[in-house]
């Protein structure tokens, strides 16, 4: 399928709370990043995610779904031409890749996601 979603990650509030209900509520492993505040969730089969404190003050917790792309810029500059807001710019994410989050003319947020080639 093209451009699949890859990835999904978990904007919370309250991480401990959410670690809590989550491995308990699933057989999900966590694994805390060293020396940041993130977590990758571990899923065995299947799109994994991670969680983090939410970066935006005051909003709501929220999952965020990360779709695949093959060219980040050019897909972020035709979502931005079909009347997507542009949330987060293209950056880069510790080495793995480049992500943009938007929100689509209907206000759903969604992430792109294109991993740095090997």
Known sequence: MANPFVYVELNTTDVSASKTFYTKLFD????????AD?????????TGGGM???PMPGAPSMWLPYVGVDDINAATAKAKSLGAKVIVDVREVMGHGQMSVLSDPTGATIALWQPTKA
């Open 38 to 46: 993130y977590t990758f969730i571990k899923v065995g089969e299947g």
């Open 52 to 54: 983090m404190k939410h």
């Open 28 to 35: 999900w492993k966590l694994e805390d990043v060293p020396g």
